[in-house]
């Protein structure tokens, strides 16, 4: 079993695809805490895992309460000694347009979805550094990264989390911490009267899951955006294009514009490996021979 022996928190796992990774990983062996805004729903899944032979405990808290998931880590030091995997599932929905969206509702969303994530990944980041071995997963969405009609707060968060992740992968790297993100597409109480009834079985929740396996395993990547939904598994990438040096001068805007078509270009574009390499390039094109430090060389505190 791939997972035997590590123990998993998964947030938001009440129902849905939360329950649906959280099962998945009790079936491949992990020790699962159970967390879910709603008791009932926490206990629930809890007891359906233990029912199977699982060891699972039940963790209710909402993502955005610091103190109560420190308390919920706490507790899952106490009972199995560590703390292994991070499942960053928890998430709701308030679509609008961004016409007839209030900043209360954009706030609800960005709270829940990236700060929660932040919070629960603080709270496991120390004992994760600390034993040299993690694995956390944000829940990102195709919303973030290619936009959708009606979900600027959910885009918006979803694609934080991602620049979260990258940063995350950076600085865990040496500490054994892989950080990857996990964009679904499953039919969920989330997306009732969203996607269409035909669909339904097809994009069932447990049809994700099993891309955890490759995200959270012992030879997990780090920095990776897998989508997955109906059993079909693509990655996504925040790539560069080569681009080409416009320089400086009156007319910069102008001659930028011209060349609109061949800084647009994608042959040969690629997958920056940290942020400062995007100013180092930059750097290079006009003649400069500094180079910025690399972030993941870099000594940390602590």
């Excluded at 600390?130 to 959708?148: C, K, W």
């Excluded at 693509?234 to 001659?255: F, H, P, Q």
Aim: aromatic share 4%; proline share 3%.
């Amino acid at each position: 079993m791939e997972l035997a022996g590590r123990v998993a928190i998964v947030t938001g796992a009440g129902g849905g695809l939360g329950r649906a990774h959280a099962l998945y990983l009790a079936s491949k062996g992990a020790k699962l805490v159970v967390n879910d805004v709603s008791e009932e729903s926490s206990a629930r899944v809890a007891a359906e895992i233990e029912a199977a032979g699982g060891q699972a405990m039940p963790a209710a808290a909402s993502v955005t309460d610091e103190v109560r998931v420190d308390e919920i880590v706490a507790a899952a030091l106490d009972r199995w000694g560590s703390v292994d995997i991070l499942i960053n599932n928890a998430g709701i929905l308030r679509d609008k347009s961004f016409a007839n969206m209030t900043m209360d509702e954009f706030r609800q969303v960005v709270d829940v979805h990236l700060m929660g994530a932040a919070i629960c990944s603080k709270a496991v980041w120390e004992t994760m550094r600390t034993q040299r071995h993690g694995r956390i997963v944000m829940t990102t969405s195709s919303s973030g990264l290619y936009g959708n009609f009606g979900q600027a707060n959910y885009g918006a968060a979803k694609m934080a989390l991602v620049g979260l992740m990258q940063t995350l992968a950076i600085e865990g790297e040496k500490y054994g911490i892989h950080v990857n993100a996990l964009a679904p597409t499953a039919a969920t109480q989330m997306t009732h009267g969203v996607l269409s009834d035909g669909s339904l079985t097809l994009l069932d929740p447990s049809l994700v899951s099993p891309a955890l396996l490759a995200l959270v395993g012992e030879t997990a990547p780090t920095r990776a955006i897998l989508c997955a939904g109906a059993g079909h598994f693509a990655r996504a990438n925040v790539t560069l294009t080569k681009g080409l040096y416009i320089g400086n001068g009156a007319d910069a805007g102008e001659r930028l514009m011209e060349r609109w078509e061949g800084i647009s270009a994608r042959d040969g574009e690629m997958v920056p490996t940290y942020g400062f390499f995007q100013a180092d390039r930059e750097l290079a094109s006009a003649g400069s021979s500094v180079e910025l430090p690399n972030p993941a060389l870099m000594p940390q505190g602590g």
